[in-house]
């Protein structure tokens, strides 16, 4: 029987493929994530920071 290289085997390419797949679809759920968490983050720190700066202002004057 003749040897062939661990990279020519069928298990290999599979295995290659399977875990590509997953990497690819998991990059892509991460950013849209990512976005959305931020934009979300932003918007609610927008929204906290309006209180705190009329509290500031009274207490100024």
Do not use: H, N
Request: hydrophobic letters at 55%.
């Amino acid at each position: 029987m003749a040897w062939k290289r661990f990279y020519s085997s069928l298990r290999f390419k599979m295995t290659v493929g399977v875990i590509l797949i997953l990497l690819v679809v998991m990059s892509v759920v991460f950013v849209v994530q990512y976005t959305w968490f931020r934009r979300e983050m932003i918007e609610r720190l927008g929204l906290s920071a309006t209180p705190l700066s009329d509290v500031i202002k009274g207490s100024l004057k």
